[in-house]
């Protein structure tokens, strides 16, 4: 199968007032339809740099990055932020239509198509809401319904559940699981949750070093739908704990 | 305190107030040639509404009064978008704004009267200096102010031009300071009207500047309290319109 993502050698460094600080250096990562692959490593190490770069918001200043677009009618990628990041002004479905209104498709089909991930995300009942009037785990779940409006390739997330209480992060990381079995979406999710990421991830990567590189890659060997207290998924998170900690101590 | 007890203190500090006024003239502590008593205005009201001369100044000073306040809005909005959209067009015009914001608007009166004689569009002019800089100033600040975040997510969708930029999101984020601008530019167009018509344009400044020089006091104070009675509802519209505008605030 081809791949969706495809980093080979990807550097990025910028320059402000003459000095040069590398974030990223000679990185590689490819991702497999449907797959979700987990990102850790400390805050400020480049995770969120990685994603601007797949969004096009940041430019490499050295290797290949290469996203899939199946047609022309589905943008590459699409985020979800750490924060909602909702338009105050905007109702949920309005807010889930956003990324839609470029594409020249017809008012009725927008909100036809937010309708249908809002009750993806099940909060089809919530469309008329306006955003303040919703709770912390609601906004990220419209956050979600927006991004996946717009039927990207890969579906990138940015700390996505790390500002929300343990029991509504819970509940969403199992509807992460839910939707990827309805839909299929290739994930890239950034955290810095290691048990967030075993839990959901097919592939954890850990990212660490200034400049940064991928300092460990762990596979992780249970089938969907998991449970959260499967022993593997624990043993993965103790083998992951022992390299990090390896990999600091290097350091 | 209660509402009732609030209310009704109100009213009669109102009442006071009339009473007062209502004594003065007539226990003879001031000439009523200088401050006609209350009791004395409704029938000054009347004559004036009867002959028509009333709805006459008040249709043309509302008629300046709007015409004045959209083309202040208008531009003080369009430009202030511009000047808070892009550093070159702030920086272009920071020494214009410096020497021109300083300059109050009726010191304009000279060069209004020069352009457009003594012509509602003179008084058009005056209005929509006044307003401008306030409305300008509101706007490039809220416009300043957006969220970088809700910036990045118009860009994390696809929406990276900046007319695109400017209607999904720089518009709608800084609607609420450029209302709170509008809102101020509502009254200070009121204080504008009456200047600009006490130099001959017909309107309510002008028929009261007319009264005055005949003495007819009882006159001054039916325009006074018709602006105030036109300025509240004005303001009280406009109030009702922004809460709807903004019913998505928290």
């Known amino acids: 199968m081809e791949s969706v993502i495809d980093i080979e ?34 805050s400020g190490v480049g995770k969120s740099t990685l994603l601007r770069v797949l969004m096009g918001l940041a430019k490499p200043s050295g290797g290949r990055v290469r996203v899939a677009t199946g047609d022309s009618r589905r943008p590459p990628v699409a985020l979800v932020f750490q924060d909602a990041r909702l338009l105050p002004w905007r109702r949920v479905i309005s807010n889930v239509a956003f990324g839609l209104e470029w594409r020249g498709i017809p008012r009725m089909k927008r909100l036809e198509r937010a309708k249908a991930m809002l009750r993806l995300v099940g909060l089809g009942n919530l469309a008329h809401r306006w955003p303040h009037q919703l709770s912390g785990g609601q906004r990220q779940r419209v956050s979600l319904a927006r991004a996946l409006a717009v039927d990207p390739e890969v579906l990138l997330m940015d700390e996505p559940f790390s500002a929300l209480d343990s029991f509504t992060r819970e509940a969403l990381q199992d509807e992460l699981q839910r939707i990827r079995a309805e839909t299929g979406k290739t994930v890239l999710f950034v955290t810095h949750d290691i048990d967030e990421a075993v839990y959901l991830a097919d592939r954890v990567i850990v990212l660490a070093g200034a400049p940064a590189g991928i300092s460990a890659l762990i596979e992780v060997p249970v089938a969907h739908p998991r449970r959260r207290h499967d022993p593997t998924l624990a043993a993965t998170v103790r083998q992951l704990r022992t390299e990090l900690s390896a990999r600091s101590a290097e350091l | 305190m209660r509402t009732p007890q609030r209310l009704g203190l109100a009213a009669a500090g109102l009442a006071l107030f009339l009473a007062i006024w209502e004594a003065a003239p007539r226990l003879g502590l001031v000439n009523p040639a200088f401050l006609p008593p209350p009791s004395v205005i409704p029938g000054a009201f009347w004559k004036e509404i009867t002959s028509g001369i009333w709805f ?139 200047a600009a018509e006490i130099f001959g344009v017909p309107g309510v400044g002008q028929r009261m500047m007319q009264a005055s020089s005949l003495l007819a006091t009882d006159i001054v104070v039916v325009y006074m309290l018709t602006m105030a009675g036109l300025y509240g509802l004005f303001d009280s519209a406009f109030v009702a319109l922004q809460g709807w505008l903004l019913r998505w605030k928290a």
Do not use: N
């Not at chain 1, 402000?16 to 974030?23: A, C, N, P």
């Not at chain 2, 999101?169 to 609607?175: M, V, Y």
């Open chain 1, 9 to 42: 050698g990807l550097s990025l460094a910028y320059e402000r007032d003459g000095q040069r600080t590398e974030v990223l250096a000679d990185l590689d990562l490819t991702i497999q339809p449907g797959e979700l692959v987990a990102i850790v490593g400390e």
């Open chain 2, 56 to 194: 006459g100044a008040v249709l043309s000073s509302l008629s300046h009064y709007l015409i004045g306040l959209a083309a202040g809005v208008g531009c003080g909005v369009a430009l202030g978008i511009a000047s808070g959209m892009f550093r070159w067009f702030e920086s272009a015009t920071a020494w214009i704004v410096r020497v021109l914001r300083p300059i109050p608007g009726l010191a304009w009166v000279p060069f209004a009267i020069i352009w457009f004689g003594v012509q509602p569009s003179a008084a058009v002019f005056i209005i929509a200096i006044g307003v401008f800089w306030i409305v300008f100033f509101a706007t490039q600040g809220a416009v300043r102010g957006v969220d970088r975040d809700l910036i990045e997510v118009a860009q994390a969708f696809g929406f990276r031009s900046s007319t695109a930029r400017l209607v999904k999101i720089l518009l709608p984020a800084s609607t609420p300071g450029i209302l709170v601008g509008v809102r101020t530019a509502l009254g200070q167009a009121w204080m504008a009207v009456v």
